[in-house]
Nanobody, 132 residues
Framework: QVQMVESGGGSVQNGGSLRLSCEVS????????LGWFRQTSAAEREGVAV????????LYVDSVKGRFTISQDKAKNMVYLQMDRLKPEDTATYYC?????????????????????????WGHGTQVTVSS
């Protein structure tokens, strides 16, 4: 059974840091696209950062480039999102997702399209709140 369990959210001041964790189960860590997505009550879920399990290639939405870093630990079936220099506009619920049989060239599509996929089941997410 596929399951994604997010943790690590919290409340921080503007400029602070948080590290989100996602435990991935039900997948073999091979040919996977893995990613973090976020949603506020006023907007659709958007892709934040994605990584390919085999190559480590990563892509980021422009608004977080240079501040966020996605990583993985295959031995632990974990995906992480290190978030530095947080801003109030980063406030959202953060979710992780995975797609199997995903090629590296599909990483950008995974970043852009996954958030609004109406058929994808999402976990509970983890809340990040950044105060000014």
């Amino acid at each position: 059974q596929v399951q994604m369990v997010e943790s690590g959210g919290g409340s921080v001041q503007n400029g602070g840091s948080l590290r989100l964790s996602c435990e991935v189960s039900g997948f073999t860590f091979s040919e996977l696209c893995l990613g973090w997505f976020r949603q506020t009550s006023a907007a659709e879920r958007e892709g934040v950062a994605v990584i390919h399990s085999d190559t480590g290639d990563a892509l980021y939405v422009d608004s977080v480039k240079g501040r966020f870093t996605i990583s993985q630990d295959k031995a632990k079936n974990m995906v992480y999102l290190q978030m530095d220099r947080l801003k109030p506009e980063d406030t959202a619920t953060y979710y992780c997702a995975a797609a199997d049989r995903c090629r590296v060239r599909e990483l950008s599509t995974f970043l852009v399209a996954t958030g609004t996929d109406p058929f994808r089941p999402w976990g509970h997410g983890t809340q990040v709140t950044v105060s000014s």
